[in-house]
Every structure is written in structure tokens, then in C-alpha cells.
């Protein structure tokens, strides 16, 4: 992100809820990892300030800044659904988003969209936005399937759905009103995209960007730009690459049979598991230090938080977790599980597993309602069963 003069986006930030406290509102929270601060039900994202007072003195930044919290008072949330259902628009944020909601009725509406990456809805408005939540269904009374729906019909309604045919490489930087992210959401709008000769391929490494590439020639060099993008985002979304089936249905990269440059597909698809997964096992650990609870999870009993793994190897990058002899586990989903066990004060790995053959062994099911994906392990397999693992198990 472009930083401001003399202030870099925390201060900034800092500087809008000055502005806030200054007009009575003293509640407001800044989220920095979203770079928005929330005020009640109101999420203000402050990108585009940021960015629009970028390169002003002082005191005209700070005069923005005074219009700009000023609208807050102007723009309330609509209260009735046809009010409120031309303004929905389809966004794209990473599964960890949300998850310290301070209650049930405040969490964001989602439904998965790629791997690690869900769907949410904004309601936009001039200035501002505020995301869809289980509240925000209660009062309207409708269904979260009509919400999604009629945000998707919104944005296709603004761009379109048969894509932009265009040779080369198209690069699209938000400006907070264009949603650029989302137009691989809208059905055909990927497929149509590009030459007219190569598959497209779309990157989404923050909020504000879409990068279109054509799938030819040596794109190892976009790969690595990406996954510095998002490495470096404010907000980011995915490092993963997307491209679509025969059916013209968006996948990631690593699900194509045809896809390219494997060693960068499969990093980028590893780095973003690992990334999401410690970012759910940090909120995990925060709730039950907090709240003796985890989120949403009320009645789950207290277990290790396992982590992801990112291993190397001569044939690629994979996942991997670890399941370990007398402990307890709310266990992630990772391409092989290590089995473990203690002999002597140190710790022996006995064998690696494919988690798909774990799962069919020992019939592991996934806690509801937990993204990303994880599973409850109270037990240490019992001898006849760990024979079986270790008979599935593989060498690497």
C-alpha cells in the first residue's frame, strides 16, 4: 500500500478515530487487518481515503478526514429489503475472516467459493460499506440464498458476464467501487476473459486486485510477483492462481488437469492452507484464553489446536499435520498426517499417512460449521486400526 505522507496506515487509522471520538463516537474499533474500522454495524473501509489523501498537506488531509467520518451519520444500514437489495454486492475474503465476531448475530453470512476462500456480501454505499451478517438475515427476513443471489445479479449487472476480451496480461486495481475480485464469481465472465485462444488465468492476491493472464508462455515470474503481493497485502486474499474446467466453472490452478508450473501451483495452494490455518489456530487459542470457549463452538470441549505444516520435497510442496499418542486434537485437514508417539522424552515419528486414506480408516467427520475444515480426535487409534495406517502409510 502507497503510504501517506508523514503517516504510515495504523497512523492514519489513528487519525480517523480521532475524528470519530471527536463527533461522539467513542465505541469505535479499528481492525487493522482489514485496515477498516468498525463503528456499531458499520465496517469503514479506509483504503480509499488512505489513498485518496495520499500526497495532501496535513491539514487538507485532516479536512477529508472530517468529511469523511461525517457521512457515518448519513448513510444508515436500510432497514427493509427491497431498500437494501440494489446495493448488495459478492466479495471475496479468506476463511479466517470473521472469526472473532463478538457473537453469532454479528458474523458475517459466507459460503465457500474456493478453497480457504469464501463469499460474503457488502451492502455498498458512497463512503463506506457493512457486511451481511446473521442480523442483518433477521431483519429483513429473508434467506441468505436470495442475499448472494441478488448481490451476484447486482455485480453482473454492473459488469457483465461475458468477460473482457483482451490479449495479454490485464491488471485491475480497485477502487473500492468496482469489486473487481468478485467478477470470476459471476458464471461465463472467467471463461469469456482473454485471447480467445488460451485458457485465462486469475490471480486475486488482495482486495483490490485482479490480474488476467493468458495460460502461454514462462509464468513463473507472475507467480513469484504474486505471492509477494500477497504476502505484503493489507488485505490479502489468495496467492493461488484460478482458471476454469471444461464446463467453464472457476478452480483453483492445482485442481486443473492441465495446469502448468507445478512446483508454483502447488506452493502457492500450500502457502495459503498454512497461512489460513494459523490464523483460525490463533483465533482458537485467543477465544479459549478469553472466553474458555472457542467461537461459535460452545459446547466443544478443549483440545490442541494442531498446525499446518509446509514441507518441501524433490517432488513439490505439500501439507502435512501431526497426530500424536496421548493428546487431544481439533486436528486440521493437510495432505498427509504424521503419527507420532513419545519413547524415551523424544518424540518418534512412526509413519505418514494421506489424510483421505485417515479419513476412510477411521471415519474422521469434519466439526460443523468450522472453516477452515477441522476434526475432533479424543482417541489414540486402537492397535487394529493403526495397523491399517501404517499399511496405507507412504515413503517420501
Not at 476462500?117 to 451492502?123: S, T
Not at 482486495?207 to 495460460?215: K, Y
Not at 467453464?248 to 500450500?270: E, K, M, N, W, Y
Request: aromatic share 10%.
Amino acid at each position: 500500500m502507497v503510504e501517506n505522507i508523514g503517516v504510515d496506515a495504523d497512523q492514519f487509522a489513528a487519525l480517523v478515530l480521532q475524528q470519530l471520538n471527536d463527533i461522539g463516537e467513542q465505541d469505535a474499533q479499528y481492525n487493522p487487518d482489514e485496515f477498516e474500522i468498525v463503528v456499531g454495524s458499520w465496517n469503514l473501509y479506509l483504503g480509499n481515503i488512505f489513498r485518496e489523501t495520499t500526497g495532501l498537506p496535513a491539514a487538507e488531509r485532516d479536512a477529508r478526514i472530517a468529511r469523511f467520518v461525517t457521512t457515518l451519520r448519513d448513510n444508515d444500514e436500510p432497514d427493509a429489503w427491497p431498500e437494501a437489495r440494489a446495493a448488495l454486492r459478492p466479495i471475496l475474503r479468506p476463511n479466517a475472516f470473521g472469526l472473532d465476531s463478538p457473537s453469532e448475530d454479528m458474523r458475517p453470512i459466507t459460503r465457500p467459493a474456493f478453497p480457504f476462500v469464501d463469499e460474503l456480501v457488502a451492502i455498498d454505499r458512497p463512503n463506506s460499506r457493512s457486511i451481511v451478517s446473521v442480523a442483518t438475515l433477521d431483519r429483513w427476513g429473508i434467506s441468505a440464498d436470495e442475499v448472494f443471489d441478488a448481490a451476484r445479479e447486482n455485480l453482473r449487472a454492473m459488469v457483465g458476464s461475458s468477460g473482457i476480451k483482451e490479449a495479454g496480461l490485464l491488471h485491475f486495481g480497485d477502487n473500492g467501487d468496482g469489486y473487481c475480485t468478485s467478477w470470476p464469481l459471476i458464471p461465463g465472465w472467467l471463461a469469456g476473459s482473454g485471447d480467445g485462444q488460451h485458457r485465462s488465468i486469475a490471480f486475486m492476491p488482495d482486495v483490490d486486485t485482479l490480474i488476467i493472464t493468458p495460460d502461454t508462455g514462462d509464468l513463473a515470474p507472475l507467480f513469484e510477483h504474486v505471492e509477494k503481493h500477497y504476502r505484503e497485502a493489507v488485505r490479502p486474499i489468495s496467492p493461488q492462481g484460478y482458471t476454469v474446467d471444461d464446463h467453464g466453472t472457476v478452480i483453483p490452478l492445482d485442481q486443473s488437469p492441465r495446469h502448468r508450473h507445478l512446483p508454483f501451483v502447488q506452493r502457492a495452494r500450500c502457502g495459503l492452507a498454512v497461512t489460513e490455518y494459523d490464523a483460525q489456530t490463533q483465533a482458537l487459542n485467543e477465544a479459549m484464553e478469553r472466553d474458555y470457549t472457542y467461537p461459535h463452538h460452545e459446547d466443544l470441549a478443549p483440545a490442541f489446536i494442531g498446525s499446518v505444516l509446509y514441507v518441501g520435497s524433490d517432488n513439490g510442496p505439500y501439507t502435512a499435520t501431526v497426530w500424536g499418542e496421548d493428546v487431544e486434537y481439533l486436528l486440521p485437514e493437510a495432505d498427509f498426517i504424521v503419527f507420532c508417539t513419545e519413547q524415551n522424552g523424544e518424540m518418534i515419528t512412526l509413519f505418514e499417512t494421506p489424510f483421505a486414506a485417515v479419513a476412510e480408516i477411521t471415519g474422521l467427520t469434519p466439526i460443523p460449521d468450522m472453516s477452515p475444515r477441522r476434526y475432533e480426535i479424543r482417541h489414540w487409534p486402537n492397535p487394529e486400526t493403526l495397523a491399517r495406517l501404517e499399511a496405507a502409510a507412504v515413503s517420501r
